[in-house]
């Protein structure tokens, strides 16, 4: 079993249900020392920006911890584009209301930059809420600066 630290549209009970059946939801924390961003605009994927996490002394990132099972981490892997290299398996500390823990989290294995599509952004802001994130974060993704969707 991997613990795994999930950020993005996987903050999303219903589509990591989906993604790894066998892997429970074992809570929601906050990854210090990193904040979401976006990079890899001229990505494989021909989508645009992707979102990623940087590493950030002043910023957090809301997460939720799966345990993910070794018959589901294979299906994750193609999902976070790792096993095409797209993303890489970082080890991060998650603050858990009752415990840290050692998690793993997928970063974007290039540069960061770019503005991301607004449907994207908000798919995230619908995963953040559906999560349990507190307002104030969901607000941020809903009001971060995005592409039109013409």
Request: aromatic share 10%.
């Amino acid at each position: 079993m991997t613990l795994y630290a999930a950020y993005g549209v996987n903050l999303d009970p219903a589509l990591m249900s989906e993604r790894c059946p066998h892997s429970p939801l074992r809570t929601t924390g906050w990854l210090s020392g990193w904040r979401l961003t976006f990079g890899g605009e001229d990505n494989a994927m021909g989508e645009g920006p992707m979102v990623t996490i940087v590493q950030d002394p002043f910023e957090q990132v809301f997460v939720a911890v799966y345990d993910v099972v070794d018959q589901d981490m294979e299906a994750l892997e193609k999902w976070e584009l790792a096993d095409i290299g797209l993303y890489f398996k970082a080890k991060v500390r998650i603050s858990a209301l009752a415990e840290d823990l050692l998690c793993e989290a997928y970063v974007l294995d290039t540069y960061e930059g770019g503005i991301p599509d607004a449907r994207y952004l908000g798919a995230l802001a619908d995963a953040a809420e559906a999560a349990g994130a507190p307002d104030d974060y969901v607000h941020a993704l809903r009001t971060r600066p995005c592409r039109s969707n013409d």
